[in-house]
């Protein structure tokens, strides 16, 4: 134990006597991971709404031409009923989708009114169980010829997969090259330190110090300046992010259909990422401003 606290006594003075760099190092740090924690929040988000999109828009609309009769209407109707799969088929007129639209703007509905026509399509709107279902209406619907087109949650799904995965790969890019920065950053502010006491160091080792008793001093200090880089991140990061939800949190959810995963949930998984990044960084930059010195 009196190993442990002289490490942390050590770290603490070191920062002290290096107060500029350590300051430089930690905004360094914070920055990165709050850069991150933007990537972090937005992919939470845009998953959570994609699997609502899976549960929630089970409905495919096939949306008919103008000039269809109404047999070839009712016989579309009767093979959609037909697919397995399939749990309700029903039939909407374009001046019922026009209303559900004007609903849908609210105070701005009534700029529809200006159109001078109704320009949307009959349709019809078919309820499935499955994805495979869905699939299946929308092979059947389109071979129809009084089919104008289709519109399934399918579509949406799909597109937010690759909005996902491409902000995924971005995240992972960007993060290594923001963490090979930290790494250096936290370095060179350690290696000036080792440069202040490169005579008390050289004593240490003549007199039989060990590599590692050397290192440990310097290995806390990059661990405690990344722990309150992590700590400072988590907390900007919680507190814009909360604000965001009491403010636009309701608009999401009446604009998607899907809320905004809480800051409660998200600040403490950011809290466990930030500390084991921001820690690592810190050890990692430690280990290597230490290497010239010690030749490990």
């Known amino acids: 134990m009196s190993r442990i606290f002289y490490n942390i006594k050590q770290a603490f003075l070191q920062i002290g006597r290096n107060k500029g760099l350590s300051l430089a190092s930690i905004f360094a740090i914070t920055a990165m991971m709050m850069i991150l924690g933007v990537f972090f929040v937005v992919s939470v ?35 959609l009923t037909g697919i397995d799969g399939v749990t309700e088929v029903s039939y909407r007129t374009k001046a019922q989708a026009l209303k559900i639209m004007k609903e849908r703007w609210g105070e ?31 092979k059947l619907a389109i071979a129809h010829s009084g089919v104008e087109s289709t519109k399934y949650y399918k579509e949406t799904v799909d597109r937010l997969a690759k909005v996902t995965n491409f902000m995924q790969i971005s995240a992972v890019v960007i993060m290594i090259f923001l963490v090979i920065v930290s790494v250096l950053v936290v370095s060179n502010t350690i290696k000036l330190t080792v440069f202040a006491r490169a005579r008390e160091i050289s004593i240490m080792k003549y007199i039989g110090a060990t590599n590692w008793f050397i290192r440990g001093p310097f290995l806390v200090e990059g661990m405690i300046i990344g722990a309150i880089s992590s700590l400072i991140a988590s907390g900007i990061a919680y507190t814009v992010y909360k604000k965001l939800v009491s403010v636009i949190g309701m608009k999401v959810l009446t604009m998607l259909s899907s809320p905004l995963v809480p800051a409660g949930y998200l600040a403490s998984n950011l809290v466990i990422i930030f500390l084991a990044l921001g820690i690592g960084i810190g050890a990692v930059g430690s280990i290597i401003s230490m290497r010239r010195f010690l030749d490990a």
């Open 108 to 138: 701005s509905g009534y700029l529809l009114d200006s159109l001078g026509g109704n320009p949307l399509p009959n349709s019809i709107l078919v309820k499935v169980k499955s994805l495979d279902a869905a699939d299946n209406v929308n």
């Open 45 to 79: 988000n845009v998953n959570l709404f994609t699997e609502m999109v899976k549960r929630d828009y089970n409905t495919v609309e096939v949306f008919l031409k103008d000039d269809i009769s109404d047999s070839q209407t009712k016989q579309i109707m009767n093979d």
